[in-house]
């Protein structure tokens, strides 16, 4: 049986200091991130979002250039890095933010929505 991805979730402070020496101690064999402040997931290197949105993109032959897509956790980074728009929520961390080319309102604002309304997406 092949493990794809681990989560773990336990209370903010400490899995913030669980977070930061899993990312020291597991670094060279998995790609570990906190999704939420409690929320900390494991994945073998190379299986992310972007990974698997890029093989969803090249099976239906879109160019990822054309593809957008919407994140707020750690989790999310490289999938903004590798699509064409990607649009961090209002309420993601500052290095998801840094890698987005677009922020839009936090989730709990409904940010998806508005937008699309407001680019005249939907």
Not at 64 to 80: H, K, P, R, S
Request: one cysteine or more; hydrophobic letters at 45%; proline letters at 3%.
């Amino acid at each position: 049986m092949t493990i794809n991805k681990v989560s773990i979730a336990y209370h903010a402070d400490v899995m913030a200091q669980v977070s930061a020496q899993a990312k020291k101690d597991l670094k060279d064999s998995y790609w570990l991130g906190l999704t939420t402040p409690k929320w900390l997931e494991l994945m073998p290197l190379g299986i992310t979002k972007g990974s698997g949105l890029q093989a969803l993109t090249e099976l239906l032959h879109i160019p990822m250039a054309n593809v957008m897509a919407f994140g707020d956790g750690e989790n999310d980074i490289e999938m903004l890095q590798a699509v064409g728009c990607g649009v961090a929520m209002g309420n993601a961390s500052d290095d998801v933010k840094a890698v987005a080319t677009d922020i839009c309102p936090r989730v709990d604002e409904e940010g998806i929505t508005q937008y699309c309304r407001k680019h005249h997406l939907v």
